[in-house]
């Protein structure tokens, strides 16, 4: 699974949320997130849990 690299970097700018808080908030490493972020795919669990600290669906977040 992908996500997009600028729908997240927007998710996080309008909450006001750093890559490590995400990490704290999701329950994954920052370094993922920062994997995530440079566009590397990542797991199907971790992009839910991702999506679930952002409390949006995860399909906002995928690319297309």
Known sequence: ??????KLVTEL???DL??????EMSGVS????????SGKSCTEEIGN????ALNVPIETLLEK
């Open 1 to 6: 699974m992908r996500i997009d690299r600028v």
């Open 13 to 15: 700018a309008k909450r």
């Open 18 to 23: 750093t890559q490590k808080r995400l990490a």
């Open 30 to 37: 920052r370094a993922t997130i920062n994997y995530i972020r």
């Open 49 to 52: 849990k991702i999506a679930k």
